[in-house]
């Protein structure tokens, strides 16, 4: 009996080790990805919960290094080169490290991310690109370490951090115009109409070249004169352009299209269009 008592024990306290709580950890992870123009940003961080704690100044020290987050190092991802407030900095992954003031911030992207909180030895050689930037108070407060990327256009977006009442952006452009351009320049040797179309919708929103963007849009319906959609975009950049009657004679052409394929949301979009430039219907 005893001997029975004593592999019974030894089997709970094996098992006891082996065994591993699962349980919440105070400061989660969080992975963000957001698409800016032609290049992926990814941000990696833990997030911290104020908890009715002061952070700025009291938490978290005024001018002093801080690992901007908890755990493991905050990290920003980009998969083209890009300038971070104005500075060129390389595809790659960076850590993210702060100096925080009372009314601004210096915002440094760090190429070491090997790091868990600051690293032991600050080595400023690492420092690929710094910012200093002003801080701005929030309506509503930010009860947990928030870093997200807001303000997306087709040519940059913001890095901005939030917590308590403060907010910290950080401006940075992608190669979008040049990324573009190429694939442009690469496929025009012998475009179809697809190529033609893209090429056309980017100079359209980009407000680039309208009479080339109406020679690419030409040429797309000509090899696809069923495709009512190119249709569509004729018409928007004659109407860009100011020529009224011809956007209002390819709108009707994608109209009539649309109606046949009963693709009744290419019906709305045209009509409301050539009721807007005045055609008689």
Same mark, same amino acid.
């Given at each position: 009996?005893?001997?029975?008592?004593?592999?019974?024990? +030894?089997?709970?306290?094996?098992?006891?080790?082996?065994?591993?709580?699962?349980?919440?950890?105070?400061?989660?992870?969080?992975?963000?990805?957001?698409?800016?123009?032609?290049?992926?940003?990814?941000?990696?961080?833990?997030?911290?919960?104020?908890?009715?704690?002061?952070?700025?100044?009291?938490?978290?020290?005024?001018?002093?290094?801080?690992?901007?987050?908890?755990?493991?190092?905050?990290?920003?991802?980009?998969?083209? *080169?890009?300038?971070?407030?104005?500075?060129?900095?390389?595809?790659?992954?960076?850590?993210?490290?702060?100096?925080?003031?009372?009314?601004?911030?210096?915002?440094?992207?760090?190429?070491?991310?090997?790091?868990?909180?600051?690293?032991?030895?600050? *080595?400023?050689?690492?420092?690929?690109?710094?910012?200093?930037?002003?801080?701005?108070?929030?309506?509503?407060?930010? $009860?947990?370490?928030?870093?997200?990327?807001?303000?997306?256009?087709?040519?940059?977006?913001?890095?901005?951090?939030?917590?308590? $009442?403060? +907010?910290?952006?950080?401006?940075?452009?992608?190669?979008?115009?040049?990324?573009?351009?190429?694939?442009? *320049?690469?496929?025009?040797?012998?475009?179809?109409?697809? *190529?033609?179309?893209?090429?056309?919708?980017?100079? +359209?929103?980009?407000?680039?070249? +309208?009479?080339?963007?109406?020679?690419?849009?030409?040429?797309?319906?000509?090899?696809?004169?069923?495709?009512?959609?190119?249709?569509?975009?004729?018409?928007?950049?004659?109407?860009?352009?100011?020529?009224?009657?011809?956007?209002?004679?390819?709108?009707?052409?994608?109209?009539?299209?649309?109606?046949?394929?009963?693709?009744?949301?290419?019906?709305?979009?045209?009509?409301?269009?050539?009721?807007?430039?005045?055609?008689?219907?």
């Amino acid at each position: 009996m005893k001997k029975l008592i004593i592999v019974l024990s +030894l089997m709970f306290v094996a098992t006891s080790v082996a065994a591993q709580i699962d349980a919440p950890q105070p400061s989660p992870s969080a992975k963000a990805m957001q698409t800016v123009g032609l290049t992926e940003v990814t941000l990696e961080y833990s997030r911290p919960a104020k908890r009715g704690r002061a952070i700025f100044g009291e938490l978290v020290p005024f001018d002093k290094l801080w690992r901007t987050g908890a755990n493991s190092n905050s990290m920003i991802t980009f998969s083209d *080169d890009v300038k971070f407030a104005g500075t060129d900095v390389k595809a790659g992954t960076y850590a993210v490290y702060t100096k925080p003031g009372k009314n601004e911030w210096i915002v440094m992207l760090y190429n070491d991310t090997s790091n868990w909180g600051n690293p032991r030895t600050w *080595d400023e050689n690492k420092v690929v690109a710094s910012a200093k930037v002003e801080t701005k108070k929030l309506k509503n407060e930010v $009860e947990s370490w928030t870093m997200a990327i807001n303000e997306v256009t087709m040519e940059g977006a913001h890095l901005q951090m939030m917590w308590e $009442e403060t +907010l910290v952006a950080v401006p940075f452009t992608v190669p979008t115009a040049a990324k573009t351009q190429a694939s442009i *320049d690469k496929v025009m040797a012998g475009p179809s109409a697809d *190529d033609y179309y893209s090429a056309a919708t980017f100079y +359209l929103d980009a407000n680039k070249n +309208l009479q080339q963007a109406h020679e690419w849009i030409s040429e797309a319906v000509e090899a696809r004169p069923e495709a009512y959609w190119m249709h569509r975009k004729k018409s928007l950049i004659e109407a860009k352009m100011g020529n009224k009657s011809a956007a209002i004679a390819s709108a009707k052409i994608s109209l009539t299209l649309a109606e046949e394929a009963k693709n009744m949301d290419y019906v709305k979009l045209n009509t409301d269009s050539l009721k807007e430039w005045g055609a008689k219907m």
